[in-house]
Structures are given as structure tokens and as C-alpha cells.
């Protein structure tokens, strides 16, 4: 394998030393953007959240500044990952407002309608079975409860359809191809937002 491909690989699971790097950058690279994301997030004053494929958890950090009663529960199947993120937010781990757990969204293992909010940045590209895993989220979530989904990729940008050539197991998906998923996973009104100059889209489903 050439070493940008593994390089760029790590985004699915991130691995070893050139995992730790990719994580690092994730945290910064990705702040914009899942900034963007969350400002879609309207009068919600969610108490339990839950953000799926976490990377280093730096979005799981600004959840907890922009929701200072929530406590954060964060998910990544990468070991690597889950160990960023903790050292990301050790202060918020003492304080009893956030865990980071290694778990795969494939095979989610929470408690059924928990969470107030789910979130997922940058991390629905590698999720196996879209709508299994969908409805998996819609199982920890309460009625009524929201679920964001911050992709920098519509699924027909150039840089999607390059990545999704390089990245085994990647799939950029558009706007029209999550919402089905959505609602077929059982979420009942969706609402959705191309960026105006980038390829970056949100999606926001309620339970
Ligand atoms: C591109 S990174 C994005 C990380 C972070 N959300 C961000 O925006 O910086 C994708 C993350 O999703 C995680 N991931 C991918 N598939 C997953 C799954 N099925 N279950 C849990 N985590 C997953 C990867 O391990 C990786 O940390």
C-alpha cells in the first residue's frame, strides 16, 4: 500500500503511530465545519448526548461548552481514537461529565432511549449498513430526541468521489441517500443543508 493511501486510510480506523498523527489533525482540521454543523442545532437544551465515531473527541469538548447542563458520552471503535479523546477531555472525564468508550455503531451497545442527542461528524463514510446503524441510533435515542449527522463531503464533490476511490469501505452518501436512510430507519422529519461554497452538508433527523 503507498504511504498516502495509508496515510489517508487511518480516517476509517485509526491505527498506530500514523493514526495518532491522523487524529490530531482531525481535531482541528474537522473544528470548522462541525462548528457549521452545530450551529443547525436550534432551541435544544439536551441533558444526554452521545457522539458517535468521536475521533479525537474534540467535538465531544465543544458539545460540553455549548451544553453546559449535558453530560457526553463518547463512542469511536478505534482504541486509538478513544485514547485521544480521553486525553482530550481528562478534565471533563474527572469531572464526571463525559465517558469515552471503544464501541462500534454497527453493534451499538446503550442503554434504548437515553440520549437527548446524537451527533456524527465526519464518520458516517465508514459506517456498515447505513440504515442498520441508523436505527441502532434511533433505539438510544428518546421520542422527540435529534440526531446530527456533519459531513464535509456531499457524495458529488470531486475530493468524495477521489477519497471513496483511495479509502476501502468508504461511501460518501448525499443528502437525498441519508435522509432515506433516516427515515427508513424510523426517524420521522428530516431536515438537511448544503453549505453555500463548500461541499459540507448536515443533516438533522428527529425521533
Ligand atoms: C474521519 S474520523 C472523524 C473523527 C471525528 N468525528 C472528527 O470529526 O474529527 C472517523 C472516525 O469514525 C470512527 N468510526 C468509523 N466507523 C465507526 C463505527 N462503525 N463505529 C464507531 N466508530 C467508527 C473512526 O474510528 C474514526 O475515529
Redesign the pocket.
Known amino acids: 500500500m503507498g504511504l498516502f493511501k495509508k496515510f489517508v486510510s487511518q480516517?476509517?480506523?485509526?491505527e498506530g503511530l500514523m493514526g495518532k498523527m491522523?487524529?490530531n489533525g482531525?481535531?482541528g482540521?474537522?473544528a470548522k465545519?462541525?462548528d457549521w454543523g452545530m450551529s443547525h442545532l436550534h432551541s435544544i437544551a439536551p441533558l444526554e448526548i452521545v457522539?458517535?465515531?468521536?475521533?479525537?473527541g474534540?467535538?465531544a469538548g465543544e458539545l460540553m461548552r455549548r451544553y453546559p447542563a449535558a453530560s457526553v458520552t463518547a463512542?469511536?471503535?478505534?482504541d486509538?481514537?478513544v485514547g485521544k479523546a480521553k486525553e482530550y477531555n481528562k478534565e471533563m472525564i474527572a469531572a464526571g461529565r463525559c465517558a469515552v468508550r471503544q464501541?462500534?455503531?454497527?453493534a451499538l451497545d446503550l442503554p434504548a432511549e437515553k440520549f437527548d442527542l446524537a451527533t456524527?461528524?465526519?464518520?458516517i463514510?465508514?459506517?456498515?449498513g447505513l440504515e442498520k446503524?441508523f436505527s441502532n441510533v434511533a433505539n438510544v435515542l428518546k421520542p422527540g430526541a435529534k440526531f446530527l449527522i456533519?459531513n464535509e463531503a456531499d457524495g458529488i464533490d470531486e475530493a468524495s468521489l477521489k477519497y471513496e476511490k483511495i479509502i476501502d469501505g468508504m461511501k460518501c452518501h448525499t443528502i437525498e441517500e441519508i435522509t432515506s436512510a433516516l427515515k427508513n430507519a424510523g426517524f420521522s422529519k428530516v431536515a438537511s443543508d448544503h453549505h453555500g461554497s463548500k461541499p459540507w452538508i448536515t443533516v438533522v433527523a428527529t425521533k
Not at 51 to 56: F, H, K, S, V
Not at 75 to 78: A, G, Q, T
Not at 125 to 128: E, G, I, K, L
Open positions: 480516517t476509517r480506523k485509526p491522523m487524529v482531525m481535531n482540521g474537522h465545519m462541525a457522539e458517535l465515531g468521536c475521533g479525537g474534540r467535538n463512542i469511536d471503535y478505534s486509538v481514537s464501541g462500534d455503531v454497527s456524527a461528524f465526519e464518520t463514510y465508514f459506517w456498515p446503524c456533519v
